[in-house]
T-cell receptor, first 110, second 114 residues
Framework: KQEVTQIPAALSVPEGENLVLNCSFTDSAIYNLQWFRQDPGKGLTSLLLIQSSQREQTSGRLNASLDKSSGRSTLYIAASQPGDSATYLCAVSPDYKLSFGAGTTVTVRA | DTAVSQTPKYLVTQMGNDKSIKCEQNLGHDTMYWYKQDSKKFLKIMFSYNNKELIINETVPNRFSPKSPDKAHLNLHINSLELGDSAVYFC?????????????FGSGTQLSVL
């Protein structure tokens, strides 16, 4: 059974600092890994999707890396802004179903 | 325009009642899902439909019955609600259900069973 862990559960940083969010998974037989953002009272927004054959994906200030062999992914957010405050979830897809981590709640202080 | 919309946003009801949550997507996607987010914030898949046909049923009590009248709609009906059903339920969709596709989520329905 796939287990996805995100550490830390919460993170508070001053504006401008780079963010590093970690995700680990137990079964390396995955098709892809996705990073989502969840705002309070709202749904999830897909940020980045990394195929199992890829090592990283970039979108603007966001960069996500994937190391299947070690079962790890890292989401980097450069030059954080207060608007980046949200919960970030990673999810891996071993088949049709996504297995989610519990998320890291990020607060960026102005 | 909201891509995946679900109603209601909040649902407060008594134990034993029957309730429904509706979901609609205007993305032209073939595959729709129901996920449950529990108090520990873990999201777990419940059901998946592809073009109105059930393709995933994740050991969910049969009190939960999804219904897909067409590929743009996937509703969730819950009979005899229990306290443990309290959670946030998310509807989602993807283009064809392939493993390399992004999922698009609705804003969630917070269900509170008293």
């Amino acid at each position: 059974k796939q287990e996805v862990t995100q550490i830390p559960a919460a993170l508070s940083v001053p504006e401008g600092e780079n963010l590093v969010l970690n995700c680990s998974f137990t079964d390396s037989a995955i098709y892809n890994l996705q990073w989502f953002r969840q705002d309070p009272g709202k749904g999830l927004t897909s940020l980045l999707l990394i195929q199992s054959s890829q090592r990283e994906q970039t979108s603007g200030r966001l960069n996500a890396s994937l190391d299947k062999s070690s079962g790890r992914s890292t989401l980097y957010i450069a030059a954080s802004q207060p608007g980046d405050s949200a919960t970030y979830l990673c999810a891996v897809s071993p088949d049709y179903k996504l297995s989610f981590g519990a998320g890291t709640t990020v607060t960026v202080r102005a | 325009d909201t891509a995946v919309s679900q109603t209601p946003k909040y649902l407060v009801t008594q134990m034993g009642n029957d309730k429904s949550i509706k979901c609609e997507q205007n993305l032209g996607h073939d595959t729709m899902y129901w996920y449950k987010q529990d108090s520990k914030k873990f999201l777990k898949i419940m059901f998946s439909y592809n073009n109105k046909e059930l393709i995933i049923n994740e050991t969910v009590p049969n009190r939960f019955s999804p219904k897909s009248p067409d590929k743009a709609h996937l509703n969730l009906h819950i009979n005899s609600l229990e306290l443990g059903d309290s959670a946030v339920y998310f509807c989602a969709s993807s283009l064809s259900g392939a493993t390399n596709e992004k999922l698009f989520f609705g804003s969630g329905t917070q269900l509170s069973v008293l």
